[in-house]
């Protein structure tokens, strides 16, 4: 295991060099440029504590003294507040043999449209199977969803006579003309 290194850190200096609503950032940039000179790394990682400390006060007032714990681990540095532990690593789950071979068994998740799609192609399949087998023939079907083709012509015949008549106040504007 690395060194670990406790800093106390004077961030008003370079705090005060810019407008109110840069300082937050302008101090998380600060710590970093501190850690990287002290440390000798070019690469810097602010632990979740720390920045909350450095962000809590909104970003026109940050702390203008932070006291931090430093680590060295595989090129980069961690900085972390004293009174906290570093966040270990997420393991990334390794794919087993078998899973590489047979594939994964989760696919992409099909979005609406594809379900209603296939939904739609299953159904007219089940149709021509059940009309080539002679249980159901298509008017027998279309029964079943509650309309008959006449019924179907005259629900058309007023949803476009609908539309085609005019509401009543364009009626009076054209008899007043």
Do not use: C
């Not at 090129?75 to 087993?96: N, Q």
Request: aromatic share 4%.
């Amino acid at each position: 295991m690395a060194e670990e290194k406790i800093f106390t850190m004077n961030l008003r200096r370079e705090i005060l060099k810019k407008p109110h609503h840069q300082r937050a950032k302008r101090a998380v940039n600060a710590t970093i440029d501190y850690i990287k000179r002290h440390m000798k790394v070019n690469e810097v990682k602010i632990g979740k504590n720390l920045n909350d400390l450095l962000w809590s006060r909104g970003n026109r007032n940050p702390p203008t003294r932070i006291k931090v714990k430093s680590i060295i681990e595989e090129g980069y540095a961690r900085v972390e507040l004293p009174e906290f532990e570093f966040e270990k690593k997420k393991e990334e789950k390794k794919e087993t043999l078998k899973e590489k071979l047979l594939g994964k068994k989760e696919e992409k998740p099909e979005t609406a449209k594809e379900k209603i799609i296939d939904e739609r192609e299953k159904e007219i399949k089940e149709e021509e199977e059940l009309v080539k087998e002679g249980g159901v023939k298509p008017v027998e079907k279309q029964k079943k969803q509650g309309y008959s083709r006449e019924e179907d012509v005259m629900i058309k015949k007023r949803k476009t006579m609908a539309r085609d008549e005019k509401p009543s106040h364009e009626a009076k504007l054209t008899k007043n003309k």
